[in-house]
C-alpha cells in the first residue's frame, strides 16, 4: 500500500476512534443518573440532556420549573439532571436546602464556576472564589456592607434619585405620559453604582450612550459562541487552569482594568474622599494591617462585581414592581399613601426609607414572584449522604436550588401568579419554611450586596411613587414574558407604563 494512503487509513481510523469516543463519552454522561438508580427523568438527550428547551424557547427558569414540579410529583427529596452534558441535582426539600446552604455549608461551599484570577483578574471576585481564598476575600469586605456604610452611602444614592425625580417631572410637565421603564430604571441603577463603585458621574438618564452604558450593556448579551466557551470552562475547569484560558473578553476586561486604575491614582494623589464603596476599597487597599489590604486587581474584581450584580437586578426589580403596581392600583394607592404618610414631602432619609413597612413587603413579593437569580448553584465537595434517604449526591455534582420553582409553588405560594403583598405580613412569613423564599441566598455565602440593592430599590420606587403614578397605557403587556435568550430573567422587549403626576 502506498505511504499516502496508509497516512490516509489511519487518519480516517484516528478520527473514526474519535468520534466513536465522543459517542461514548456523551451516551456515559447522559445515562449518568439512570445507570445509579437515582431519580432522573430518563429522557436526557445527547449534548442537550434535560435541557433542550432552555437552549431554544424558553428560559432556563422555566425549564427548572417543569423538572422541579415533576420530581416534587414523585415524592422524592432530589432529582437528577443533566445540563447540557454536566450532571446536576435539583434540590426539592426545604429541610434539604438548610442542609446544603447553612448545616453543611463547608461541603457546599463552592458555587463550582471556573476563575483563575492570575490571568483572568475580574474572574477573582467573590462571586467566583471558593476555598480559603473567599473566606478571606469575604471577611474583608463584610465590613463594607454593613448598615452603617449603608448609611454612609445614602447621601450618594439620594442626589442621583434626585436627578431620576427631575426626569420624570421634565417628561410628565403637566399632562401623563408613556414611558419605557426598563431604559429609565436601568439609567437610573447605572448611575448609582457608577457613582457608588466608580465614583463616575454617567448622568445616563440624559445621556443613553455614555461609555459605562454601553459596556454595561454588553455584559449581558454575550454571544452564543462565547456562552460555549464558558461552558467548557467551566466542564473542563483544571484543564482550562492549565492553559491559562480565560472568560472575561478582553475589550470588557480593559475597560475596567482601566477604569478603576485611574480611579484609584486621582483619588490617592488628590487625596478624594467620597462616601462610596470605591473609597472603602482603597482604605483596605491601604490598611496597615496586612490581614485586611486587598490588590489593585482584587479592587478591579469587586468593584466589577458590584457594578454587575447591582445595576441590573435592582433595576429588573423596580420595572417589575412598578408593572404589577400599575395592574393592582389598590395596592399601588395602598403603598403611596403609606410612603407619605411615613416619608412626607421633605427631604428622604436613611430611616424613613427602609422604614415603609408596606414597600418591604411589595419589594419581597416582587422579588417571591420575579426572583432576579432564578437559580442558587453549589458544587458538593464531597460524596454527600441525604438524611433520610438512601440517596446520595456524588462529589463534584452542580447541585441547583431553583430559586424560581420554590417562589412560584403551591404549596407555600397559593394562586403564585397573583401579586399579594400580604403574603409578607409577620404572620404569613413565621407560618412559612424559611426555606422557601431565597432572593438573596441564605447562610455564609449569600448576597454581601443585599442590604444595597434593597436600599438603593426603595430610594427608587420611593422617589416614583411619592410624586407620581403609574398605570397600564396603550402599549403595556397584559403580562411580562422573559427573554428566553437573557442569563438573567429580565422582560422581553420593552415594558411601557402611563406616568401620571399627583
Request: charged share 25%; proline share 5%.
Amino acid at each position: 500500500m502506498p505511504l499516502c494512503e496508509c497516512f490516509l487509513a489511519a487518519g480516517i481510523t484516528a478520527a473514526l476512534a474519535l468520534v466513536i469516543g465522543l459517542w461514548l463519552f456523551l451516551d456515559k454522561r447522559r445515562r449518568f443518573w439512570e445507570d445509579r438508580n437515582f431519580p432522573c427523568t430518563g429522557r436526557a438527550l445527547m449534548l442537550f440532556g434535560d435541557y433542550k428547551q432552555a437552549s431554544r424557547t424558553e428560559h432556563m427558569q422555566e425549564t427548572n420549573r417543569r423538572l422541579y414540579q415533576e420530581f416534587k410529583a414523585r415524592g422524592v427529596p432530589i432529582g437528577g439532571t443533566i445540563f447540557y452534558v454536566v450532571r446536576t441535582v435539583i434540590v426539592i426539600d426545604p429541610e434539604l436546602i438548610k442542609a446544603i446552604m447553612v448545616k453543611d455549608f463547608a461541603n457546599f461551599h463552592s458555587r463550582g464556576l471556573y476563575h483563575n484570577p492570575e490571568v483572568d483578574p475580574l474572574s477573582g471576585s467573590l462571586f467566583f472564589l471558593e476555598g480559603q481564598a473567599w473566606r478571606q476575600l469575604r471577611a474583608k469586605l463584610t465590613p463594607t456592607f454593613t448598615s452603617g456604610k449603608m448609611k454612609m452611602m445614602f447621601e450618594t444614592i439620594l442626589g442621583v434619585a434626585d436627578e431620576l425625580g427631575d426626569y420624570f417631572r421634565e417628561k410628565t410637565s403637566d399632562r401623563s405620559v408613556e414611558m419605557e421603564m426598563k431604559d429609565v430604571m436601568s439609567a437610573f441603577t447605572v448611575d448609582v453604582i457608577g457613582t457608588c463603585a466608580f465614583g463616575i458621574d454617567c448622568n445616563s438618564l440624559r445621556d443613553g450612550n455614555n461609555e459605562i452604558r454601553e459596556v454595561s450593556r454588553k455584559i449581558f448579551k454575550q454571544s452564543p459562541l462565547h456562552m460555549m466557551w464558558v461552558i467548557f470552562l467551566n466542564m473542563f475547569r483544571g484543564l482550562a487552569k492549565t492553559l491559562k484560558l480565560k472568560e472575561t473578553p478582553a475589550d470588557l476586561e480593559k475597560f475596567y482594568m482601566d477604569l478603576v486604575r485611574n480611579t484609584v491614582e486621582y483619588r490617592e494623589k488628590n487625596k478624594v474622599q467620597r462616601n462610596d464603596f470605591m473609597n472603602l476599597l482603597i482604605q483596605l487597599k491601604n490598611s496597615e494591617n496586612p490581614e485586611e489590604r486587598v490588590t489593585m486587581n482584587e479592587i478591579t474584581a469587586q468593584a466589577f462585581l458590584f457594578f454587575v450584580a447591582g445595576f441590573e437586578s435592582s433595576s429588573t426589580t423596580m420595572v417589575h414592581c412598578l408593572f404589577e403596581l400599575a395592574m393592582n392600583q389598590d395596592i399601588q394607592e395602598k403603598l403611596r399613601a403609606e410612603i407619605k404618610r411615613v416619608c412626607g414631602d421633605g427631604k428622604l432619609t436613611y430611616e424613613t426609607a427602609s422604614s415603609v413597612e408596606y414597600l418591604n413587603m411589595v419589594i419581597d413579593e416582587t422579588l417571591r414572584k420575579y426572583p432576579v437569580a432564578d437559580l442558587i448553584m453549589r458544587t458538593a465537595a464531597n460524596d454527600y449522604k441525604i438524611e433520610g434517604s438512601d440517596l446520595t449526591i456524588p462529589e463534584k455534582t452542580l447541585v441547583l436550588i431553583p430559586t424560581y420553582a420554590i417562589h412560584h409553588d403551591e404549596e407555600y405560594y397559593p394562586e403564585p401568579e397573583r401579586f399579594d403583598p400580604e403574603r409578607f405580613n409577620a404572620t404569613n412569613r413565621a407560618n412559612r419554611h424559611p426555606y422557601v423564599y431565597l432572593p438573596f441566598g441564605e447562610g455564609p455565602r449569600n448576597c454581601i450586596g443585599m442590604r444595597f440593592g434593597q436600599m438603593q430599590t426603595r430610594v427608587g420606587l420611593i422617589t416614583v411613587l411619592r410624586k407620581f403614578r403609574v398605570v397600564p397605557g396603550p402599549n403595556t403587556p397584559a403580562r411580562l414574558e422573559v427573554d428566553p435568550k437573557s442569563g438573567l430573567a429580565v422582560p422581553k422587549g420593552g415594558v411601557l407604563l402611563q406616568v401620571e403626576r399627583n
